[in-house]
Nanobody
Framework: QVQLVESGGGLVQAGGSLRLSCAAS????????MGWFRQAPGKERECLSA????????YYADSVKGRFTISRDNAKNTVYLQMNSLKAEDTAVYYC????????????????WGQGTQVTVSS
């Protein structure tokens, strides 16, 4: 079992930055692939980024490549998403998720989900 709690969302102006954190509890965090997803109103949830258990492998969606950076600290059971050069279209609810079975970027492969944190970018 993994419990996930996101924080760090809020309101920011276009061009600004935010860092999301996802604190995990449970024994399998350090062996889990962690992902960040988002869902905007009227749109499907999409995978933005993922990081392997060791941090050696990462994935970024084209929409955030070069602007967002995922990282993790297994000693703190926390995964981060640094978001720079934010745009109005980044406005969404952001979720972190854990896949305890292996590498994944597909939503259905993730076992555990946080409750989400709102990010609003004003233009």
């Amino acid at each position: 079992q993994v419990q996930l709690v996101e924080s760090g969302g809020g309101l920011v102006q276009a061009g600004g930055s935010l860092r999301l954190s996802c604190a995990a509890s449970g024994r399998t965090f350090s062996s889990s692939t962690m992902g960040w997803f988002r869902q905007a109103p009227g749109k499907e949830r999409e995978c933005l980024s993922a990081i392997s258990w060791s941090g050696a492998r990462t994935y970024y969606a084209d929409s955030v490549k070069g602007r967002f950076t995922i990282s993790r600290d297994n000693a703190k059971n926390t995964v981060y998403l640094q978001m720079n050069s934010l745009k109005a279209e980044d406005t969404a609810v952001y979720y972190c998720a854990a896949d305890s079975t292996g590498w994944a970027t597909l939503e259905y492969k993730y076992d555990y989900w946080g409750q989400g944190t709102q990010v609003t970018v004003s233009s």
